[in-house]
Structure formats: structure tokens, C-alpha cells
């Protein structure tokens, strides 16, 4: 049995909906969730806000690049 999935998908009132084992799927879900859906690190640390931070569907490259480089910061 594997660990789950490190990325974590949250809807715009808050609710978690979702784990990704990579930025690219939990970027394909903001497309659904719309503005204000949220891409976190493992349910704490959110790396993603759709709509303040952009469309994560324009580009999954720049979203995977934006994300690695808030992992990095902290």
C-alpha cells in the first residue's frame, strides 16, 4: 500500500475534494473547481489559489513551476 497522494484539492468554501500524485492533475481539477479552488501540500500548506495566482489550465508547466518554487521558499 502506497502513501496518498501528496497534493490536495480543495472547492472554493473550503471542502477537500481531491488528491493528486502530481501538480498537473491537481491543475486539470481548478478548471472544474474554478476561482478561489485551492492546490495544497498535503491538507496545510497551500501552494495554489486559482483565479489570484492565475488559470492553472493556461499552463501546467508555469503551475508546476510556480508550485515547486513556493515548495522551495518555505
Known sequence: MGASPIYK???PMGG???SC????G???????YRE????????RLVVWT???D???SNSYDE????ITQRLLQR
Open 50 to 52: 486559482e483565479g489570484i
Open 9 to 11: 484539492v480543495y472547492d
Open 54 to 56: 492565475g488559470r492553472a
Open 63 to 66: 503551475t508546476r513551476e510556480k
Open 36 to 43: 478561489g479552488s485551492t492546490i495544497r501540500y498535503d491538507h
Open 26 to 32: 491537481a491543475s486539470l481539477l481548478m478548471d472544474l
Open 16 to 18: 477537500y475534494v481531491a
Open 21 to 24: 500524485k502530481d501538480t498537473e
